[in-house]
Nanobody, 122 residues
Framework: QVQLVESGGGLVQAGGSLRLSCAAS????????IGWYRQGPGKQRELVAT???????DYGDSVKGRFTISRDNAKNTVALQMNTLKPEDTAVYYC????????????????WGQGTQVTVSS
């Protein structure tokens, strides 16, 4: 079993910054991808940013150039630095981990955190 604990959400004015953190614990293989997804009011859940154990990053189009994801492989933690926040960024942000079980890459498990609220006011 894997546990994901998010922190750092809150209320901020447009143009401001927030930093989210996610700490993963449990049985996590060295080959994995961890990152953030979000779900705003009346919207579907969407990709924010992910980072692989090798350091490859992927960003949603709406956050490119404003958000930066990073990780500490030794600690299995991930951070999301959010700059130039917009009201459209208001959402519940969820940490997600997908970890493979071995180097065959034939089987993986997906885990989700409980989410943290980010609210950006005009």
């Amino acid at each position: 079993q894997v546990q994901l604990v998010e922190s750092g959400g809150g209320l901020v004015q447009a143009g401001g910054s927030l930093r989210l953190s996610c700490a993963a614990s449990g049985s996590i293989f060295s080959i994995n991808t961890i990152g953030w997804y979000r779900q705003g009011p009346g919207k579907q859940r969407e990709l924010v940013a992910t980072i692989t154990s090798g350091g490859t990053t992927d960003y949603g189009d709406s956050v490119k150039g404003r958000f930066t994801i990073s990780r500490d492989n030794a600690k299995n933690t991930v951070a999301l630095q959010m700059n130039t926040l917009k009201p459209e960024d208001t959402a519940v942000y969820y940490c997600k981990l997908r970890t493979y079980i071995n180097y065959d890459l034939a089987l993986s498990y997906e885990y989700w955190g409980q989410g943290t609220q980010v609210t950006v006011s005009s």
